[in-house]
């Protein structure tokens, strides 16, 4: 079960690194909204759960917490937005999907596809890249645990898969359906999780050399740093060595 995730050891890296703080609120807090629409209680509502989860780790005050679910589940017109999910492809036919939160459609689309046009990549149709991934739960845990203890909690409690990645980090990977359950069984297991959430995980990745690495990177970056958009994923696989030439 012990593996190597490149892909998510790249994302929780950028996660740890991210020091925009306010950005990070902003985008919990539309996604706290958006949840919030589908009942305002996380006991019913699990998308609104692993938004509010997300929320207590990053820090956010119980308040803001409460404030933003109560604008989601009312019906306040100003605060209306609409989920959107882009396909595309970055250099060496890297595979990209980027989920939006927005207000204004024409804003956001016009921004990603610039983001895409100015280094390298492309716009995709619906559906060109989204069949080589798969929505499924992660629960990341820092360095520091019993390997075979945390191996053996996740498959009792159900899990898919437990991947050990280079950095001594490890994650829980799950089903969509089993992801609290799981999440539960191993935190009354006695273990601690850095980050709980929804993925999109790769059926296949490409190998990047250190330039095609350094512009998907950039791709990547330029993306998160959009207003609009809430995640993106990728099917790059970049070594250790070459992230670390990468700084």
């Not at 989920?99 to 046009?117: L, S």
Request: with cysteine; aromatic share 8%; charged share 30%.
């Amino acid at each position: 079960m012990a593996g190597h995730s490149k892909w998510a050891n790249m994302k929780h890296r950028k996660a740890r690194q991210d020091a925009k703080r306010t950005k990070v609120f902003t985008k919990i807090i539309r996604e706290l909204t958006v949840a919030a629409k589908g009942g305002p209680n996380p006991a019913d509502n699990p998308r609104l759960r692993a938004a509010v989860e997300k929320a207590y780790l990053n820090n956010l005050k119980k308040d803001v917490v409460e404030r933003a679910i109560a604008r989601g589940a009312g019906t306040n017109e100003s605060d209306s937005y609409e989920e959107l999910t882009y396909e595309g492809y970055g250099v060496n036919g890297v595979a990209f999907i980027v989920e939006c939160m927005t207000d204004n459609r024409n804003r956001t689309v016009g921004d990603v596809r610039h983001a895409f046009d100015k280094r390298g990549g492309n716009l995709g149709t619906n559906g060109s890249v989204s069949y080589l991934f798969t929505r499924k739960g992660q629960i990341g845990f820092e360095s520091g645990f019993n390997e075979d203890a945390l191996i053996e909690a996740a498959l009792e409690a159900g899990a898919d898969d437990v991947v050990v990645n280079e950095d001594g980090s490890a994650d829980v990977m799950t089903t969509f359906e089993d992801f609290f359950s799981v999440k539960d069984a191993i935190t009354a297991a006695g273990f601690n999780f850095a980050a709980a959430d929804f993925v999109m995980v790769p059926s296949m990745t490409v190998s990047l050399d250190k330039e095609a690495a350094e512009k998907i990177i950039n791709l990547i970056d330029a993306l998160e740093d959009l207003d609009d958009v809430q995640n993106v994923y990728t099917n790059a696989d970049i070594s250790e060595e070459i992230m670390e030439q990468l700084g």
